[in-house]
């Protein structure tokens, strides 16, 4: 049984802190990372369907680890991952990680933009579009779930956890903020061990992971995130003959493919609508986690 789900959100840290679990020799993170089996509500961006392929994700395992990891960021957002993870294994321990959600949503965007889950470049007209997009309309040709497109929606973090709490007792739920992570790194990766029930292994190097990107070149990202039906079927075959999760050739291209993405922040204007949207739901968290999030509201 896996044991342990990193639930989200995206763009919050979570792409470094499993690359530092990985190396600890007691948890075993799945490859990929992400498979997003219990999303039933974008079954497009589910890597497996059955639970026999889900847990063939986890085949390299060894007799040491004890610790079996889902990293799948977006079950947080997810309408119904978390009720399908606590119907699978409700002993489950789960790890959420929170940024403020003005970061965050502009982040998200240069990321999907990226993965050509969206199309629109300019960050203001992609919010705006919103409306539109809920109706259906201007969807990108290659989008893999609607919902990547609701920004409004993506980083309301008290919303979406109180699909986790009524269902996992609190012991069960560690959650981390971005700003606690970028000030003590080591202190936080013990914190979860701790929560893990794990040794603390040593670890003292935390390097930067997962910058803003963009392609160099669009035809060989399209060709790694939207490769031909052909090629993803006979791909799968393939796997299965082998016994492999992946062949890594896909991931090595697309770091070839990768160009540092040096973006503009945003004007004051922007910032302030989306703070509107925002700021029931941040008042909320912080009512729920007591934590002080006055910094996000300025």
């Known amino acids: 049984m896996v044991n342990f789900f990193l639930l989200g959100g995206p763009k919050c840290g979570t792409t470094a802190f499993v690359k530092y679990l990985r190396t600890h020799p007691d948890i075993f993170v799945s ?10 509500d974008m079954p497009q961006m589910k890597y497996v369907n059955t639970v026999e392929d889900y847990h063939a994700l986890f085949n390299n395992f060894k ?6 990891c889902d990293a799948s960021i977006l079950y947080l957002y997810s309408d119904n991952a978390i009720q399908k993870i606590f119907e699978y294994n409700k002993n489950a321990k789960l790890l ?5 959600p003005l970061e965050m949503v502009y982040s998200f965007h240069s990321q999907i ?13 992609a919010w705006k579009a919103e409306k539109n997009r809920r109706k259906g309309k201007e969807i990108p040709k ?5 919902k990547l497109l609701f920004y409004s929606e993506i980083a309301k973090y008290h919303k979406q956890l109180k699909r986790v709490l009524p269902l ?26 701790s929560f893990l029930d ?13 910058d803003a990107k963009k392609a160099r070149f669009n035809s060989v990202n399209k060709f790694v995130h939207r490769p031909p039906k052909l090629l993803k079927k006979t791909a799968k075959i393939l796997l299965r003959i082998f016994n492999k999760p992946r062949f890594g050739l896909m991931e090595k291209i697309d770091k070839l493919n990768r160009a540092k993405d040096e ?11 989306m703070l509107e949207e925002y700021r029931n739901d941040i008042e909320s968290l912080a009512a729920l986690t007591n934590r002080n999030l006055k910094d996000w509201m300025q």
Do not use: W
């Not at 007799?63 to 079996?68: A, E, G, Q, R």
């Not at 959420?96 to 403020?100: C, E, F, G, I, Y």
């Open 31 to 40: 490859e990929p990372k992400e498979p997003n089996f219990f999303m039933d």
């Open 63 to 68: 007799d040491n680890h004890k610790i079996y």
């Open 96 to 100: 959420v990680m929170l940024r403020n």
């Open 113 to 125: 933009l990226y993965t050509l889950d969206e199309d629109k470049y300019n960050f203001v007209e």
């Open 142 to 146: 290659h989008c893999r779930a609607e």
């Open 168 to 193: 996992f007792p609190k012991e069960q739920i560690k959650i981390i903020f971005y700003f606690e992570f970028k000030k003590s790194n080591l202190e936080v990766y013990k914190d979860v061990l």
């Open 198 to 210: 794990l040794p603390y292994d040593g670890r003292t190097d935390f390097p930067r992971v997962n």
């Open 263 to 273: 973006r503009n922040e945003l004007n004051q204007e922007t910032k302030q609508l």
